[in-house]
């Protein structure tokens, strides 16, 4: 088990560039989430999705983030134009069914 | 959503000695679950606790659930230098899963 798999580990970028942040979940998994963590704001729930469907997405801070799920191995969530504010560390978790969650290492996003 | 609160946001102990965290939700659960997070990295899953249950182990880990007053408590025995870290508990009542700011843990050597 490879566990959640996340691209790049760490990004930089200039304000105004699109990002876009990957990652694989656990075989078999049909739930995955995306989280954004700050020192300011701690880690906030930005957007879910079941067997590829997105379910909650209200967490997503505005029209800037976008998030797919086109099959059951792959979620990408962008962000386009990037701002300063933006900078965080995204994380991308994945479970079963009321199992607990099982997270990737981060994707650190530097936006100057 | 439902997120849990964590109390106390930051926690300092000798090594050896026992650490107490606590956590407070507002909303019926099927489970609570926690969680810990060493720094620069992903959380780690700790232990999970039914709501028909009151008390769990796992190795040092205790957690205990009192559904009535909405609150948990996670205890860790004979703490390590290793156990040093952020630790979050979260109510899981639905599909969807948030997280507090949590209990950030140092064991002094």
């Known amino acids: 088990d490879a566990g959640v798999i996340q691209s790049p580990r760490h990004e930089v970028t200039e304000m105004g560039q699109e990002v876009t942040l990957r990652c694989k979940p656990i075989?078999?998994?049909?739930?995955l989430f995306w989280y954004r963590q700050t020192m300011m704001r701690g880690l906030e729930l930005l957007i879910y999705f079941n067997n590829n469907v997105p379910i909650d997405d209200s967490g997503m801070p505005e029209d800037r983030f976008s998030a797919k799920m086109p099959n059951a191995s792959f979620s990408t969530l962008k962000i386009q134009p990037s701002e300063p504010r933006d900078s965080a560390v995204y994380f991308c978790a994945s479970s079963r069914q009321s199992s607990p969650l099982h997270f990737g290492n981060g994707t650190r996003l530097t936006v100057t | 959503s439902q997120q849990g609160e964590e109390d106390p946001q930051a926690l300092s102990i000798q090594e050896g000695e026992n650490a107490t965290m606590n956590c407070s939700y507002k909303t019926s659960i099927n489970n609570l679950q926690w969680y810990r997070q060493n720094s620069g990295r992903g959380l780690v899953h700790l232990i999970l606790?039914?709501?028909?249950?009151r008390e769990k182990h796992s190795g040092r880990l205790r957690v205990t659930l009192d559904t009535s007053k909405k609150s948990s408590s996670l205890l860790i025995t004979a703490s390590r230098a290793a156990d040093t870290a952020s630790y979050f508990c979260?109510?899981?009542?639905?599909?969807?899963?948030?997280f507090g700011t949590g209990t950030r843990l140092t064991i002094i050597p």
């Open positions: 979260t109510p899981f009542g639905n599909e969807k899963l948030t």
């Open positions: 075989s078999g998994h049909d739930y």
């Open positions: 606790i039914r709501s028909n249950e």
